[in-house]
């Protein structure tokens, strides 16, 4: 939410408390807060676009559930071979009740053993470990052999351990963390150590899932399929671990399980894979191909399977004027602003059911976007954006706000490089249609540098659009970058009404923020921000039909192809979302919303 902001009372209601897996009380426990266990912590397969051989089927090696944990003032060599006192419910961030830690410290390692399946070394099988997404610095060691590092709290990473394993017996995994959290100009998000207003909770350490798998020698470490503007071909494009050389590619597409398409290449160069019969994808419609791809390099085989959907988003004239095009159709993106907290996992959901229930309940309010706000999520998160059919406004993670005259050349040249991670890690999926590098300046070291990071984006992913800095009004560093595909303006309770200019469609990227808490369901000892308050629920209905009707009458008519409200769910000391934080209370009458918010996305398609 923008801007600077008061604080109301503290929050006297006793929240809803439940156990935890090792006994302790949730400060606010969710549906799924006792659902956790070290036997269940996130067991669904982590990567729903890359799965061996199929995502029904895949060979995998879960590594979630506990570790061995210490924390220390510092970062020296890992002492190998010797137990680690404290444990760790991995992939709970450490500050979160599920962790079992709920403390906070910049230095940290993580310890277990693991028995490698037999099978996974066979016929000459690689054995490759993956990670999620680590917060901050990660160095990660197989029996005392370093084996991956990896800088950046928001990307995956992994690393062939085969060389390092033992003949036999238990192999010893140690990840070395760094977690400085707002102590650096890194990618930070919202997350704070004194979180207070519209900042919150950090979350840092493992974060997201850890698991083995079984590779080829040279395998498919990545496929994207991106959509071609006649809507009747996919360009297939692939990342290869290992030796390339005299490898090839052979990709088939299905839909309904039927195959319609199939092309064939060198490994690593892109495919045109032409469709029969072409289905499209849009929220009203969120049709999935499914695809099998064969990699061969001499008698090896790497089998994957994979998905995306057909469909194009663009910057078209519509009525003279500049509009959001969906599969060539103006489309209207009425989107909430989504942070991805909770309170019992932070930055990890606690369950995939509960990573599921923010989208699937996006969707019930008849809303057709999201913008995911100042956090990249896991991978299953896109999958159910992909598959429950919701267009996705996907933000960088922040640099820490307030401290742009303050950043280095390498700050900013860090800030690039991860920005561009972020971008090739998921421009595959189907849901994103957009990039916004900034929002309302934070960390955004000059106008010109909004305009910069833009063109860097559009580099790298030309088949989307890209909002160079949502909230050209406010808050830090404000100036229009006079780039990028959007006008974004932000206005609380607003909405906005921007028009589009002779390059841009427009949008309001923030709006809305009504503020209602219901008592028993709210983040304990945190003052309330009472921006926007309203005082019960039929208030906040009709301020919500409201608001959304200004967007309905003045703002498709001026031209406007979306807008962003204030948000799903209350996070910590915001109390605007159309949910509690605890997600038990849904504080809007849904018919209603989802009436006005239909109405408008029907005026919005409009030629």
């Known amino acids: 939410m923008a801007g600077a902001m008061g604080f109301a009372a503290m929050a006297m209601a006793a929240p809803d408390q439940a156990a935890v897996w ?26 729903p676009q890359l799965a061996r051989p199929s995502l029904e089927h895949p060979q995998w090696m879960s590594l979630n559930g506990l570790w061995q944990f210490a924390s220390s003032d510092s970062l020296g060599m890992p002492p190998f071979g010797q137990a680690l006192k404290g444990q760790v419910l991995v992939p709970y961030p450490v500050e979160s009740v599920l962790s079992g830690v709920q403390k906070h410290s910049d230095f940290m390692l993580y310890r277990r053993l693991v028995d490698v399946p037999a099978a996974f070394v066979s016929h000459g099988q690689h054995v490759r470990l993956n990670f999620g997404a680590v917060a901050q610095d990660a160095t990660v060691y197989v029996n005392g052999t370093q084996v991956a590092h990896h800088s950046g709290g928001y990307t995956s990473f992994g690393a062939d351990i085969t060389s390092a394993l033992r003949p036999q017996g238990p192999q010893e995994i140690v990840v070395a963390v760094h977690a400085p959290v707002d ?102 419609d969120p049709f ?166 833009a063109a860097q984006i559009k580099q790298l992913d030309p088949s989307r659009l890209v909002d160079a800095r949502s909230g050209a009004n406010c808050c830090d560093t404000k100036g229009d970058p006079h780039a990028g595909d959007v006008i974004d303006v932000h206005d609380y309770q607003g909405p906005g009404l921007p028009s ?53 009458d003045k703002g498709v008519p001026k031209g406007m192809s979306g807008s962003v409200y204030t948000q799903i769910t209350d996070v910590e000391g915001e109390h605007n979302g159309l949910y509690t934080y605890d997600r038990k209370v849904e504080k809007v009458d849904e018919a209603q919303v989802r009436a006005i918010n239909e109405a408008t996305i029907r005026a919005g398609a409009q030629p």
């Open 288 to 453: 999935l191909y499914t695809f099998k791809a064969t990699l061969t390099h001499g008698d090896q085989r790497d089998e994957v399977t994979s998905y995306a959907g057909l469909r194009t988003i663009a910057i078209a004239k519509v009525g003279g004027r500049n509009r959001i095009v969906l599969n060539g159709k103006p489309t209207f993106l009425l989107a909430t602003l989504d942070q991805g907290y909770w309170p019992d996992g932070i930055y990890t959901a606690p369950t995939d059911a509960a990573l599921k229930f923010d989208i699937q309940k996006t969707k019930d309010l008849g809303f057709n976007t999201i913008r995911k706000h100042i956090k990249v999520e896991p991978a299953r998160w896109y999958y159910w954006a992909d598959r429950i059919g919701l267009m996705v406004w996907q933000d960088m993670p922040a640099l820490p706000n307030g401290h742009n005259e303050k950043l280095s050349d390498a700050d900013k040249a860090g800030f690039r490089s991860d920005v561009s991670a972020i971008v090739e890690q998921l421009k595959g999926e189907t849901s994103i249609i957009g990039w916004i590098p900034f929002n309302e300046g934070w960390g955004q070291w000059s106008i010109p540098a909004a305009a910069e990071l």
């Open 22 to 47: 090792n006994g302790k009380a949730a400060p606010l426990a969710t549906p799924w807060t006792a659902d956790v266990s070290p036997e269940h912590a996130l067991p669904d397969y982590p990567r």
């Open 183 to 284: 102590g650096a100009n890194v990618m930070v998000g919202k997350q704070r150590l004194k979180p207070e207003g519209i900042f919150y909770t950090a979350a840092s350490g493992i974060w997201q899932s850890v698991w083995l798998e079984p590779v080829a020698a040279t395998s498919i470490a990545q496929l994207d399929f991106t959509a071609a503007r006649s809507l009747d071909a996919f360009t297939v494009t692939s990342k290869i671990d290992g030796h390339r050389d005299g490898a090839t590619l052979h990709v088939t597409a299905y839909a309904d399980g039927k195959a319609v398409g199939e092309a064939s290449g060198p490994a690593g160069q892109p495919l045109h894979l032409a469709i029969a019969h072409p289905h499209t994808w849009s929220p009203e």
């Open 500 to 552: 589009p200019d002779a390059t841009r469609a427009a949008i309001d990227g923030e709006h809305g923020g009504l503020t209602l808490g219901v008592e028993g369901h709210v983040w304990p000892n945190t003052p309330i921000n009472p921006y926007g308050a309203v005082k019960d629920r039929d208030a906040l209905n009709a301020g919500y039909v409201a608001n959304t009707a200004v967007l309905r």
